[in-house]
């Protein structure tokens, strides 16, 4: 079968721009592929840390183009025109023909049809896909002008058993494999796809990744049911593992137990993160002293095995030493220390942000009614492990250390809890804090970030979000919702402003509550979208969002959507639509404050009564409002609506009448508006 | 190698190791240089590397360097952590196609047989703020262990690496710690005679630990930071890149004991940082401008 390869040959390429490469090379030979019109059967792609291959089957020998007629420029332009339509079409001034079209008369051409070889237009598409790659990091190296991952060793290009010679920068490309395994190199001559396949794994060189992982997972699962573990293991590390080898062997280690007395997040830390090792669980998921290393050769003689248990030793020792200065020194005596962490260059130091913490914690815990000691303190204490050895060991262990030095002083359980539980949420999946004095030192720190960073005008922009700014009103956002958190945030954000001032920080920016309300409201779109709201309910209802309880906007939206198909919503929609379409695009003195004295029908009287008493409702200060019944009490104006408009002539001929009626449905869609600006709702206007 | 006489002797000295990787790269052409006279973070820092790293002159150098964190002193009681370590320092430019394969051969040199343990290339992008370099390689690991730094710079002092150098920074203590199967760097056998690494830098762990940390004077610390800074930018103007280059590296040194005794706030840090770097940054170009 007629197959085409090419290996790319490098030095160690880090796991996440390999697999980044790897996608993006199948991706974009297959579109190009398809743009040439090369025909063929499938495309695989595999990688391994120096290896990046590309294999495509039944490609076809020839492409046969058809001939076409290509429409020119119009009769009569300047010469240099048409001499570009030309050379764009690599056609001469013979081929030109004139023709009318119903737009005048126009030039044509007619290309001759074509043969051309797919192995001519596979070494444009390779040059073209590896001079372009978008590696995320790359670098130079020798005295070579090319940019790649990590140095480029040696080009493989394979076309139906002949080779596929063209050269890109320095290199040149080759027929030969190479096998490099530790001093030993071999080259071999292949002659095709599976010649190259058995060269390498007669070498134990496996460049097929699923074939890897496979062989990873299957071992470990073994060791699993043996050794009665919990057989889950976390994916993105068997992914990264896998792609850090390329003769897995899997051995299974352990450590002495008496580390397991450190707190377990730790030793994961060390094991997973650190030396990519997988821990392993007993049935009822309590960490062992037992796991397992994904070696890149086997292990004679346990060499390997007594190696990387030294090294899990040296590492647990260290932490254990750690662990032991650090639970006993006294949180609070340690905030001074934080003075020297630096938040951010303008923004100050951590000790600064932990003050402004306590304070908007506790402004925050009158408005929704929470214990103001626990939450000061936990604020106050919310960042000290920041300067503990093990967090500058473990820099990913923020929080959770913090938590285990406040319970072993013995601070209270919600309180420790917050400290590390207001990191939350981290990463898309993730839980929000759930517990009252977590959840509201989550927020105050999420929103100080950004009223900080808005402060001083480091805002995200479309393509860059260096800061993560993003993330942290989007973990905001879901903390307010899904806790319930019923509060304004324009007054926390403007007291917020306050105490930076106090603290001497330079403002750069005098519209910051504006600029992050409007930025939430942007965010919380993504959180609806992912609700499953439809599309113009999140418009109409950002649309109308006048003041800064996100909570409010997320009932109403969930409140809409679940209504919007049924007899309450259609009811709510036709009632509006009706008094909208009179008055929607009506002049500028229609700001609907209708006179009660000019109204001459019932009909008139009882719509307005009704939207009295509905704007009452609105208006009502009340702490859990019920968007529901606010909702269902709009869908009963249907009726009201719908004899109104059977019996009263809205453009009466007495021109004050007319007006009147005009400010009444005014008034009507006004307070409409006011729960979700309906004209945004889909089939209104 | 094992033998009857001497049982304990079935793995190489600290100083063995030291000399074996001098000879087997001396043997591949590079120049052996002696260790830089003046206090220094890291291998990196001797002129040999920084300096030679810019322009366009081909250059091989391999050198012992003592290092010195003034911040990782522990009073010698931490079993892996040291104010005071050696590095063994490669720099070769332009980096040779068979940089890889001629690490894997030091190796063996010292006594790791490279085909019975796992060494593995991690990814490890480095930079250094102060001397305004970064660069791409990896950390380079023995059964878990990290024992080489492996980098191809693509900048020194802020200007671009041309052609690219690629330097090979070894942990000499932890190197010998794996050879050697010590627990505690201390216990490390500095020679055949039985004299340990604690015999010789316990006490100086202690004692500059307690000058790092407690009586270093930060007054007289901050008046030689700003005096060798005019030193440098002087000497600069007469277009005298070595010595110059010196007094970057005595303000370096300065500043990491200023760093240690925990005087510098934290907006003052980054400051701090850029004045090096533009210590570093002059002192490469006058190098470059210089060079015949």
Redesign the interface.
Known sequence: MNEFFVELYSEEIPPNLQINVRKEFEDRIRNLLIDENIKFKKIFSYSSPTRLVIHVIGVVDKIKISSKVIKGPKVGVIEDILNNFLRSNNASKKALFKKKIDKGEFYFIKTLPKELFAKDLLIKIILNIISSFKWKKSMKWSNHSMIWGRPLRSILAIYNNNHLSFNFGHLRSTENAIIEKDLLVKTKKVKNFKDYENFLKKNNVFFNQKEREQKIIKKLEQICKSGNYNNVFNNRLIEEVTNIVEDPNVLLLEFDKKYLEIPPEIIISTLELHQKYFPLFDNKNKLTNNFCVVANKPDTNNIIKDGNQRVVEARLSDAKFFWNKDKSRNLIKQLANLKKITFYEKLGSIYDKTQRLRKLSSWLSDEININKEKVEIAASISKSDLCSDLVNEYPELQGKMGKYFALAQGFDEEVANAVSDHYLPIGNASIVAKKPISYSISLVDKLDTLVGFFLINQKPTSSKDPLALRRSAIGLLKTIIENKINIKLSDLINYNIKLFQEQKVNIENIDVENEIIKFLRDRIKNILKEKNIKGDIIDASISSHANSNFLDLYKKNIIMNKYINKDIGKNVLSSYKRAFNIVGKSADNIDGNPDAVLFRQDEEKNLFEKIKEIRKNITIKENNKDFEKLLISLSETRLLTDSFFDKVKVNDENIDIKNNRLQLLKLFCNTFNNFINFSKLEGVS | MPTKKNKKKNYLSFQEITLGLQKFWSKHGCVILQPYDTEVGAGTFHPATTLRSLGPKPWKAAYVQPSRRPTDGRYGE???RLQHYYQYQVILK????NV??LY??SL?AIGID??????????D?WESPTLGAA????EVW????EITQFT?F?QMASLECK??P?ELTYGLERICM?VQ?K?NVFDIEWNEEGVKYKDIFFRSEKEFSAYNFEFANTETLLKNFELAEIECKSLLEKNLALPAYDQCLKASHFFNLLDAR?VI???E??GFIGRIRELAKGSGEVWLKTQI
């Open positions: 931490n079993p892996n332009p980096s040779p196609d890889k394969q894997l051969k063996n490279v085909k019975k343990h796992d060494i593995r290339f991690i990814e992008d660069g791409l390689g990896w023995c059964d878990g262990m191809y693509q052609p690219v690629v794996f199967g627990k925990g706030g934290v907006a840090r980054t």
